[in-house]
């Protein structure tokens, strides 16, 4: 099978809703409101980057960034989130994939930084860590992790995009 990682298109909307429900339908961490999440990213205009990972012209994967904003003023931050991959192709590599491409087209439009909420042993790979100049209210400091691309300085309250309050 050969993967593509790809920018979604709006024809992908309905296969991005199904595979983010299944990924995240038994994760012991999910209200399973992250389609909602997406969704209303998608009609606030704040998708920076919506990539999908298709194999055999079907999507299996997932991954949004969003402009997420700092309290010191810093520019250029991003979040990471909702990543998914279909349940029966997850650990193949396409979640990675996703990561890799996101970060690279985030580093292609100037990025400073990208943050998320999530597991420190798999995000860890990708250079992502707890950086205790940043923090998010209400996550334990080590499942709020960052990845500094740029040299400007950032710190502070991380404040994600109103559409992740989204649960319906």
Known sequence: MSLVIRPATSAD???????TRAAFLDHPHSRQTEQFIVRALRAAGALAISLVAVED???????AFSPVSVSDGAQGWYGVGPLSVAPERQRRGIGGALVREGLERLRALGAQGCVL???????GRFGFAHDPALLLAGVPAE????????????????????????TG
């Not at 909307?13 to 595979?19: C, E, G, K, L, S």
């Not at 012209?57 to 991954?63: A, D, K």
């Not at 909420?117 to 995000?123: F, H, I, L, T």
């Open 57 to 63: 012209g079907r999507v299996v994967g997932h991954i």
């Open 143 to 166: 499942y709020f992790l960052a990845l500094r691309l740029g040299d400007a300085p950032a710190g502070g309250a991380v404040t994600f995009h109103a559409a992740f309050a989204a």
């Open 13 to 19: 909307t309905d296969a991005i809703d199904a595979v």
């Open 117 to 123: 909420v999530g597991e420190p042993a798999y995000y």
